[in-house]
C-alpha cells in the first residue's frame, strides 16, 4: 500500500497514515486503498482492535484539495448533482464502515487533524491526543459544508454547542481545549507517548470478549436518536445541489492564484 502502514502487536492492527510529505492529506489512493482496507480487517477473527495513527509531522491535512478538485473535475463542474451526490456517498462509505465496524477502532492523534481528518476521528470509537494536536473543522473556510461525518457524530461526542462553535468558525482547537469537550479521552505529553499509552489501552480492550465488543458497539450505535448515515445521506444530496456555487469556485481560483479567497 502507498497510503497506509500496518502493524501488528498482539490482536491490535496498528494502521498508519503515511503519506508525510503531503501531512498526510487524503488523495485517491487514500480511498482507493481504504475500503478493502477495512473489509480485510473487519473479517479477520485475530483482530479485535484498529489503532489509527499517523507518520510525520500531523494526522491528517484532510483532503488533498488540488488533487480532488484534478482527479474529479468532469464531476465537480458537470452540473449533474446525481453524479456529485453518489461521489460524496463514496467518500462516506469507509468512514461509516468504520462507525459500524465490530471492531473497536481507536485514534491516536498529533499534530494537524483537520477536516477530512476529524471527520475521520469522529467515525472512530476512541480518541487521544498529544499536547501538540490541534483539530478544525475547516470546511467552512473552504466554502463547503462538511459531507463525510463531523456534522453527523459530533454533536453526539461534543455536543450541539461546541460543533457550532467548530462549525461557524473554522478554527483551529487545541488538544486541551477539545478534551475538555470530551472529543479525546485523554491528552499525553508528546507522540511518544501517545501511542506507548493508547496501545496499552488498545491491548487492554483486546483482552475482552469479541462478542461483548460487539454487543456493547451496537447498543451506543443503536442509541442515537438519529443515525448518522440518514444525516450523511441528506447532506450527500444537499451538497450535490449546492457545491457548485460562486463562493466554492472562488476558492478554486484562488488555489491556483495560491492567494487567499475573498469570499461573498
Not at 141 to 151: H, T
Not at 165 to 191: C, P, R
Request: charged share 25%; with cysteine; net charge negative.
Amino acid at each position: 500500500m502507498e497510503f497506509f502502514e500496518v502493524n501488528h502487536q498482539g490482536k491490535v492492527a496498528i494502521i498508519y497514515f503515511n503519506r508525510p510529505n503531503k501531512l498526510n492529506a487524503m488523495n485517491k489512493i487514500f480511498w482507493d486503498e481504504l475500503n478493502p482496507l477495512i473489509e480485510e480487517y473487519e473479517a479477520r477473527k485475530d483482530i479485535k482492535v484498529i489503532l489509527w495513527a499517523a507518520k510525520g509531522k500531523g494526522f491528517s491535512a484532510g483532503l488533498d484539495l488540488m488533487e480532488f478538485f484534478s482527479h474529479y473535475q468532469s464531476v465537480l463542474f458537470s452540473g449533474d448533482s446525481k453524479k456529485l451526490e453518489n461521489l460524496i456517498k463514496e467518500l462516506q462509505k469507509p468512514f461509516i464502515q468504520i462507525a459500524n465496524s465490530s471492531k473497536v477502532h481507536i485514534a491516536a492523534i498529533h499534530g494537524a487533524c483537520v477536516g477530512g481528518g476529524l471527520d475521520f476521528i469522529s467515525a472512530c470509537d476512541l480518541r487521544f491526543a498529544s499536547k501538540d494536536a490541534f483539530f478544525s473543522l475547516r470546511e467552512t473556510k473552504m466554502a463547503i459544508v462538511a459531507d463525510l461525518g463531523s456534522l453527523n457524530r459530533l454533536p453526539q461526542i461534543i455536543g450541539y454547542n461546541h460543533t457550532q462553535h467548530m462549525a461557524y468558525t473554522g478554527d483551529d482547537f487545541s488538544a486541551e481545549k477539545v478534551y475538555s469537550w470530551g472529543l479525546v479521552s485523554e491528552v499525553f505529553e508528546n507522540q511518544e507517548i501517545l501511542l506507548q499509552e493508547t496501545l496499552k489501552i488498545a491491548e487492554k480492550i483486546a483482552e475482552n470478549s469479541s462478542i461483548v465488543l460487539k454487543g456493547v458497539k451496537k447498543l451506543l450505535n443503536y442509541q442515537w436518536n438519529k443515525t448518522p448515515e440518514e444525516g450523511l445521506d441528506y447532506i450527500a444530496q444537499w451538497n450535490s445541489k449546492n457545491l457548485l456555487n460562486s463562493d466554492f469556485l472562488e476558492l478554486t481560483t484562488a488555489l491556483a492564484e495560491k492567494r487567499k479567497p475573498n469570499f461573498s
